[in-house]
C-alpha cells in the first residue's frame, strides 16, 4: 500500500486557508490533524474536535518521548501535533493534512522531508487587510497585529514547495486537489511500484 501524504498547509490570518481545506476535504479522503493543546476548553470545544486537550506534564512528557512531531509554547500554554496519529492515518495510505503556523511547519519538514509545504495566501496585502476588515470582528489594533504576523510569515515563504493564491475560491480548491495528485504520480512517492515492475520486465525479458 502507498504511504498517504503528509501536507503542511500555512498561511496568514485571514487568507481563508480553512475555508480551502473544509472544501478540499469534501471532496477527498483526507485526514485532519487535530493539535494537542494544554489550555483549558473554551465554552462549547469537545476533546478531540477542536483540540485534544492534555495536561502540561503530558505534553512535556510527550515531547520527551518525540511523540510530538511540532510544538509552539503561545500564552503560556503549549500546542503540537501528535506524531503516532498522523503516522496511522498514513500507514493506512490516507493523506493527512497539518494546518500549521510556519516555525511548525519547518520543524515538520525538518523531520518528514517528504512532507508537501502549502503557503496560502490572498493576491495581495492589501486585499488580506480589505479581508480581515470585512470579517468585522476585531479591532484596528489586532487587524494591524496580525498584519504584522503576516510580514513575518512572508519572510519563510520561500521555504515552501507551493504557493496558492486564494483569489477565486473554486479555483483555488482545484490546484490543491491537482498538487495532491501530482505528489501521488511522482516516482518518489511509488519506489515499491516501480520495483515490481522493474522486477517483472527483467523476468519476461529472460523467458
Do not use: W
Not at 495510505?93 to 508537501?116: F, M, S, Y
Not at 484596528?140 to 503576516?150: F, K, L, Q, T
Amino acid at each position: 500500500m502507498q504511504k498517504g501524504l503528509l501536507l503542511v498547509v500555512s498561511g496568514p490570518s485571514g487568507c481563508g486557508k480553512g475555508t480551502v481545506l473544509k472544501e478540499v476535504m469534501q471532496q477527498q479522503d483526507l485526514y485532519y490533524s487535530v493539535s494537542l493543546t494544554t489550555r483549558a476548553p473554551r465554552p462549547g470545544e469537545v476533546d478531540g474536535v477542536q483540540y485534544h486537550f492534555v495536561s502540561k506534564e503530558q505534553f512535556e512528557k510527550m515531547i520527551a518521548r518525540d511523540e510530538v512531531l511540532e510544538h509552539a509554547e503561545f500564552c503560556g500554554n503549549y500546542y503540537g501535533t501528535p506524531r503516532d496519529a498522523v503516522e496511522a492515518m498514513r500507514n493506512e495510505g490516507k493523506n493527512v493534512i497539518l494546518e500549521i503556523e510556519v516555525q511548525g511547519a519547518l520543524k515538520v519538514k525538518e523531520k518528514n522531508p517528504q512532507a508537501l509545504l502549502l503557503f496560502v495566501t490572498p493576491p495581495s496585502a492589501e486585499e488580506l487587510k480589505h479581508r480581515l476588515i470585512d470579517r468585522g470582528t476585531e479591532t484596528m489594533d489586532v487587524i494591524n497585529d496580525r498584519m504584522r504576523r503576516a510580514a513575518e510569515e512572508s519572510e519563510i515563504m520561500d521555504h515552501y514547495q507551493y504557493l496558492v493564491i486564494n483569489d477565486d475560491l473554486d479555483t483555488c480548491v482545484k490546484e490543491v486537489h491537482q498538487l495532491i495528485q501530482s505528489e501521488h504520480l511522482k516516482v518518489s512517492e511509488n519506489l515499491d511500484l516501480v520495483a515490481d515492475i522493474q522486477k517483472e520486465l527483467k523476468e519476461m525479458k529472460g523467458e
